[in-house]
């Protein structure tokens, strides 16, 4: 990174900022490794896919292509409006919720000013954060979830944005309402507050206590949810999600919102999966399943891991993560490790189809 000849030239931030690692995708682990039938659970993605009636949808814009989309993606904010009973103008469309993430951090944050978060919390906040020059302060966690006493303690005048992950990838913990709720009482009003709710789908069913931030907005002008298509829906290859907040936070996001940045067939397959609940609750029925199959797999092998209200779970291996996916690989099973969060020896698997969350657990049979 650093015989880059022109990271001199590079806005400050950058020359330090180590780019996201994703998983790898199915057609790159068999090209490296000659595999044939593998399967990913690397990447929190809906082991379903979309509806079939998204599916219709996606196929009946296939011969719309030329035009370009509408920028301000109205029809999609007016049924989210109309789901969060709040106003289209509260509504920030991103292509994919990480897009909504990086705006926030585009606007709210600069060289100077501070960037907070827990421990082992989502790596797009503090590489959003770096990109624009903010210093990165960083909570110590409690029991891996994050301690909001911890987090309240380190806000100071220069805190221009707080990240809470909620329930937080690649932990899995969550924070229930009246812990959050106390906590954004005790923000000054002008630090803005990011609550990621990427997983909202798959916890509000089983958790009563989980809290809806999105209905938070009036007492909290300073809040910003974040919602995404990728995962309970079944849309991670569309990037498409968003952000709701007061409508004078997301009309300042909207300004740094490159014009077209979510696609028409995104957008179209937004609305068409919101129309379908019957069908998220198919996959989250799935994920709660398959989770159980994980969990019990895990205790016959004698796994340590952390428990996760998610579609993924970490393992904590006395191995080093990287070797037990690496040999995992070899086996057709993408996994993800996330050493790199802090966890030592933690693996995150993301929880499949029954079949594939049996391969993984007999693969990590073999290979411990
Ligand atoms: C997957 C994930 C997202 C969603 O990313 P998209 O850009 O919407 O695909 C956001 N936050 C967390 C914590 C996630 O795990």
Known sequence: ???????????????????YVPGKPVSELERELGIIDSVKLASNENP???SRRVREVLAGKRDKLARYPDGGAWALREVLAQRHQVSPYSITIGNGSNDVLDMIARVFLWPGRESLFSEHAFAVYPLSSM???AELCTAPALDFGHDLEAMAERITPATGVVWIANPNNPTGTWLDSGMLRAFLEQVPSEVIVVVDEAYFEYVAPIEPDYPDTSQWLEDFPNLVVTRTFSKAYGLAALRIGYGLSHPDVAELLNRVRQPFNTSSLAQAAAIAALDDPAYVQLGVDLNRQGMAQLEVGFRTLGLRWIPSVG????????????EVDFALLRLGVITRPVENYGLKGGLRISVGLPEENARCLEALEQVL
């Open 311 to 322: 579609n993924f779970v970490t393992v904590l291996l006395e191995w080093p993560a990287s």
């Open 48 to 50: 379903l896919g979309p």
């Open 131 to 133: 990109a624009v020059g």
């Open 1 to 19: 990174m650093n015989d880059n000849r022109f990271v001199s030239c590079a806005a400050p931030g950058i020359a330090h900022l180590q780019p």
